[in-house]
């Protein structure tokens, strides 16, 4: 799974059996703040992909999921809503219309997201798959 990055919101990250759980004490001031990140990925011009994931939350929030290029182009991605200790399987689509990129991110945010209440929580993430779709 990806690595960990917190600063300078405030939280530990364990990973363990495929599941990363970040125990978030501090949401910081911006999403960005408290991230999973998956570097190396491939993206073919042209190309239809999707991701597909599980969340939990131990408060009701909103994360962020994002496709980017190195440079933070954003090719995909979207805002999830998680409910208070409710498992939820996520499968967001995209197409990569720009040109094909050997070092994208995928992104998980799990920071204070702008105008929308971000309370600590501790987040479950697992089971990630990413597929080219024909």
């Keep these: 799974m990806g690595e960990c990055s917190?600063?300078?919101?405030s939280s530990r990250?364990?990973?363990e059996n495929g599941c990363a759980a970040y125990r978030i004490s501090e949401v910081?001031?911006?999403d960005r703040n408290v991230q999973l990140k998956q570097n190396g990925i491939?993206?073919?011009q042209g190309a239809h992909y999707k991701?597909?994931?599980k969340a939990k939350s131990s408060e009701g929030r909103t994360i962020k999921l994002a496709m980017l290029s190195p440079s933070y182009t954003w090719y995909g991605g979207e805002d999830l809503v998680l409910d208070k200790d409710q498992e939820k399987e996520f499968t967001v689509a995209f197409?990569?219309?720009d040109e094909t990129e050997t070092n994208a991110s995928m992104v998980i945010s799990m920071g204070a997201v702008s105008e929308i209440d971000t309370p600590a929580?501790?987040?479950e993430l697992s089971e990630f798959s990413l597929i080219r779709k024909e």
């Design 6 to 9: 917190y600063i300078p919101g």
């Design 13 to 15: 990250c364990s990973c």
């Design 28 to 30: 910081g001031t911006e």
């Design 42 to 44: 491939v993206f073919e």
């Design 51 to 53: 991701v597909i994931f």
């Design 95 to 97: 197409t990569m219309n």
């Design 121 to 123: 929580s501790t987040v």
